[in-house]
């Protein structure tokens, strides 16, 4: 009987946070009922402590498959003091959003397809890519090998024309200034109460480095605290862009990017605990470089095709958003962090 009153609180609180703001509140939820069953939530009793703490993590569009977990990772990165503290996150979808107003925001290639100086039949180009190859990125039923050749022939192909276009470096500070990018509610504010604890921000990215320099600059999140690795753009003597650098980082190698990138890692040795943010489940991979014995508590944003995403976020990320536009939660988190370090 005490058992069955358990299961049936757990699916109670399964359920609290099942509902999303969008139409779609019914599968997802019916998608947790029935997870519920499989993999019981954490008693409630414990979740008080953190909830009274973090308010935030009570929005209904915030899903977590072990709030027990969630609670001792935030304990253990409340514990470390700020040394001990660096934040890994990726940029497209996570540090930018992906709606607004019912419209996708472009990538940092979307930057360069927009930008007035080149041909229509380059944007006309880049935008078929980007339907044919992005829809082949989040399908649920595919796997990482299956799109890898996909993605490969993605970055080839946009490349490649890219360096048709006769692009010098002073065009990408102008792009920008073209279309400026749409930076998630409250990023401003996160990375300046980061840079002023001097928490070190790893922006890690599969679009292109160039693009987030200026992006970052223009909004003035290039602080010092802030190192960006990506894909960079190589230069001639009269500033003439001749190629990328030869190592890609594409949304699926991201681990063995932190390898090739393992002096700044070392560097942070000491800096264990970490907050991970990410909108892909290749972004798990970023703080693969991180020195063990580590802390990652990893917050995901599902933005696109949630109800079949949803549990493998849940397996992957130990809090998900769903169709987040904001900060918000990442900030409280990190300020509970801050307050208590
Ligand atoms: O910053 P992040 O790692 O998310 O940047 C990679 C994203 O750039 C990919 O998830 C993909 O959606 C997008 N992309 C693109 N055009 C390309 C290659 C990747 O928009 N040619
Ligand atoms: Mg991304």
Redesign the pocket.
């Known amino acids: 009987m005490l058992f069955l009153m358990k299961r049936v609180l757990f699916c109670k609180v399964e359920q609290i946070y099942s509902f999303t703001t969008l139409g779609k509140v019914r599968s997802v939820s019916t998608v947790k009922r029935e997870g519920c069953f499989q993999k019981p939530s954490t008693p409630v009793a414990k979740m008080e402590n953190i909830f009274t703490q973090i308010p935030e993590l009570k929005r209904s569009h915030i899903h977590i498959r072990d709030i027990k977990q969630v609670e001792q990772k935030i304990k253990d990165l409340s514990q470390g003091n700020h040394e001990k503290l660096q934040v890994i996150t990726?940029?497209?979808?996570?540090l930018t959003k992906s709606h607004l107003n019912g419209t996708r925001c472009t990538?940092?290639?979307?930057v360069i397809e927009n930008y007035s100086r080149l041909p229509a039949s380059f944007r006309e180009k880049?935008k078929q890519?980007?339907e044919k190859?992005?829809p082949i990125?989040i399908d649920p039923h595919l796997t990482v090998e299956e799109k890898l050749p996909h993605?490969l022939e993605?970055?080839d192909?946009?490349?490649e024309l890219m360096l048709q276009c006769d692009l010098v470096k002073q065009d990408f500070a102008l792009m920008v200034q073209e279309n400026p990018t749409e930076f998630r509610e409250g990023t401003s504010a996160l990375l300046s109460d980061l840079n002023q604890q001097n928490i070190p921000v790893l922006v890690?990215?599969?679009?292109v480095g160039d693009v987030?320099d200026e992006a970052l600059k223009i909004s003035g999140l290039m602080k010092d605290n802030v190192k960006v690795i990506?894909n960079y753009m190589e230069f001639d003597e009269n500033d003439k862009l001749i190629r990328f650098s030869s190592q890609l980082?594409?949304?699926f190698n991201?681990n063995e990017s932190a390898v090739r990138n393992a002096s700044y890692f070392q560097e942070l040795s000491h800096r264990n605990n970490v907050i991970l943010m990410?909108?892909?489940l290749?972004?798990l991979q970023m703080a693969h470089g991180v020195e063990p014995p580590s802390t990652v508590l990893k917050i995901g944003f599902l933005n696109d095709k949630i109800e079949e995403r949803l549990e493998k976020y849940k397996d992957g990320y130990d809090i998900v958003l769903v169709n987040d536009q904001t900060m918000d939660l990442p900030h409280a988190v990190i300020k509970m962090i801050l307050s208590s370090a």
Do not use: P, V
């Open positions: 990726d940029f497209d979808y996570t990538t940092c290639h979307g880049q890519m980007f190859f992005y990125e993605m993605w970055y192909e946009g490349h890690f990215s599969a679009g987030i990506s980082i594409h949304m991201k990410g909108d892909s290749g972004d």
